[in-house]
């Protein structure tokens, strides 16, 4: 989380809304944000599409009809809280919602009353809810965790709709925070200006790629599809950038010219034109194994009616992002530690071994279906199937890695936080949680959950909210931290919720694996899966190789064990405390789930 620059706003005391949904953008899109505050993979109309579709490979036979279970109980939870959808519906709202029955599948009724739904979210009408809603309650800047969702579903609808989530991120940014670009942001009619950014009007782009000579052996065929190659092209502006590009070509590279994209965007337009590129080389590639064509990672990309040039760099891709990246350096050291301090018996490091080599495989590849496949055979391997369980594959698979997931997911949100306030103000985040826990020797995350959790820290919070002011994401960020972990019941509701939302991932991306198994297709959404599902098989290797390196385990079976352990002792450290208010004698157990001795 950033403070981006607001110097050119005025009356900013009067702009919280505002500066709240720009801020919000900011980090929804930013790609090293934690999951838990990206926008979700679906809103509820997309959650409809899931449903029709889900039915659709329930008919065909693909998957038993229990499968819809999951999908229909969050399209319910999605409904009841989405007050966009709401606004369309009025008073009759709730009637529709009650009969969404997860326990109770029927086909006809289900695809009838879906149906009935989605009519009132198609040709936009979705969008224009959430555009209006959103728009109300950013004015006034209350009641912020709705804006938070209004902002979630508006993003997830954009990208949905054909925007590159990097095109969403720099006219946010632009908009709001570069005073080169808008000279002033002064009052809450402002942000009408920013939704019209998005008018849905395509455009015909050209994108200029760099590769190797290789190329020009199949350059015939490339002109089938609007493609040339060539060694020299007139450039597109007299920018100092595409100029460069230009001049910079090496002697074994040519350019790849890409005309006749239609694309809302210059950043969706290259990744389109990069997606043509990747079939046809792959085609080549069947044919010739030993080289494959490959592209260089900068593009200039001009939209044709006005010679508008955006040069794009390397593409951030999803594959590639985990919490536990590290250096060269820190990872050498890494692969130093791991091989010789494995302490796992030789069927589990033959598994462990293979696992490695998928997850290799995955980020290696430019194929989003191949990635999932990959990331999915990974997790397969490390937990397959139990023989004497009658029980599905995905229930097996999420009742052995769901407590991975959901274990220390506190830690995580805390941990955060602290992340977050030290780079806003770290000697003044410092100089206050020195005032807590004096000679108690609390860790520094224990200090930040007696901070935003414990009633005698309250003056605390407010002098921080006061300080605050000015970055009123930030502010909510601990407030609703606090309003989750205030009470035992609260903590309660907040693991069972982060435990269900699991589960529903993990069966689509389950589903989404069979889809591209049955049929080669696969979700608009495939991204945010893959990048989800790489950060789980992260979790579970990471944790392994922690229990095996401290010789607790001999055994990947000893280590799903170890971990739903520890889960229950969290658990039932928690449950001692229901019912009591949260206080320095119990805040670590209830919260944390250590116990003290």
């Not at 969008?127 to 959103?134: D, E, G, P």
């Not at 091989?339 to 989003?368: M, Y």
């Not at 609390?442 to 820290?457: C, D, G, H, N, T």
């Not at 991204?527 to 098989?537: A, W």
Request: hydrophobic content about 40%; some cysteine.
């Amino acid at each position: 989380m950033r403070k981006a620059n607001y110097s050119h706003w005025e009356n900013i005391d009067k702009l919280e809304g505002v500066l709240f949904f720009a801020q919000l953008i900011d980090e929804m899109l930013f790609d090293y944000t934690l999951d838990s505050y990206k926008p979700s993979a679906l809103n509820s109309r997309l959650l409809c599409i899931e449903c029709f579709e889900t039915l659709e490979e329930i008919k065909e036979g693909f998957i038993p009809k229990k499968s819809l279970q999951s999908v229909v109980e969050e399209l319910k939870w999605s409904l009841n809280r989405d007050v966009a959808a709401k606004s369309l519906f009025g008073v009759k709202f709730e009637n529709y919602v009650e009969r969404l029955k997860p326990n109770e599948l029927k086909i006809y009724e289900l695809e009838n009353i879906v149906d009935l739904l989605y009519n009132s979210f198609n040709d936009r009408k979705y969008l224009a809810s959430i555009i209006t809603c959103l728009s109300d309650f950013v004015k006034t800047g209350s009641k912020k965790e709705k804006i938070r969702s209004l902002t979630g579903s508006f993003v997830t609808e954009l990208i949905n709709y054909g925007y590159n989530k990097n095109y969403i991120y720099y006219q946010n940014f632009n908009f709001f925070f570069n005073k080169q670009k808008r000279k002033q942001i002064k009052s809450e009619a402002d942000i009408e200006d920013f939704f019209k950014i998005f008018d849905f009007q395509r455009h015909e782009f050209t994108a200029v790629f760099k590769g190797g000579m290789i190329f020009q052996n199949f350059r015939d065929t490339l002109n089938a599809f609007n493609i040339v190659v060539t060694r020299n092209y007139s450039c597109f502006s007299k920018m100092r950038d595409d100029a460069a590009f230009k001049r910079e070509l090496k002697v074994n590279e040519c350019f790849i010219i890409c005309s006749k994209i239609e694309a809302l965007d210059h950043h969706s337009a290259r990744a389109s034109a990069e997606n043509v590129l990747a079939q046809v080389s792959n085609i080549f590639n069947f044919y010739h194994h030993k080289n494959k064509p490959e592209i260089l990672d900068k593009a200039v990309v001009s939209r044709s009616s006005d010679n508008y040039v955006v040069v794009i760099d390397k593409l951030s891709k999803s594959v590639l992002r985990s919490e536990y990246e590290q250096g060269a350096m820190e990872a050498a050291r890494s692969v130093e530690s791991t091989l010789g301090n494995l302490h796992l018996d030789t069927e589990s490091t033959h598994r462990f071994a293979r696992s490695i080599d998928l997850h290799s495989a995955a980020i290696s590849t430019t194929a989003l279906e191949n990635q999932l496949l990959d990331f999915w055979a990974a997790l397969e391997t490390l937990l397959p199937k139990i023989a004497e369980s009658d029980k599905d594959r995905i229930v097996q698979i999420c009742n052995r890695l769901v407590p991975f997931l959901q274990l220390n997911y506190i830690h995580k949100i805390l941990g955060e936080l602290h992340k977050d306030l030290n780079l806003w103000n770290e000697a003044f985040i410092n100089s206050m949680l020195e005032k807590i826990g004096a000679g108690a020797n609390y860790s520094a995350l224990e200090k930040i959950a007696a901070l935003v959790s414990l009633e005698q820290s309250k003056p605390l919070r407010q002098e921080l909210y006061n300080e605050l002011t000015d970055f009123p994401l930030l502010r909510n960020r601990v407030y609703s931290i606090h309003e989750s972990l205030k009470s035992v019941d609260n903590i309660e509701k907040l693991l069972e919720t982060h435990k269900m939302k699991i589960d529903w991932h993990l069966r689509r991306i389950y589903r989404t694996r069979g889809q591209i198994i049955h049929s080669g297709k696969y979700p608009s959404f495939i991204s945010i899966l893959i990048e989800n599902l790489h950060n789980y098989l992260d979790i579970f290797l990471h944790k392994i190789i922690e229990l095996s390196k401290s010789q607790r385990i001999s055994s990947i079976e000893q280590g799903v064990l170890e971990i739903e352990v520890a889960l229950e002792f969290q658990i039932r450290l928690l449950k001692k405390h229901r019912g009591e208010a949260l206080s320095v004698d119990n805040f670590r157990e209830a919260i944390l789930g250590e116990k003290r001795v």
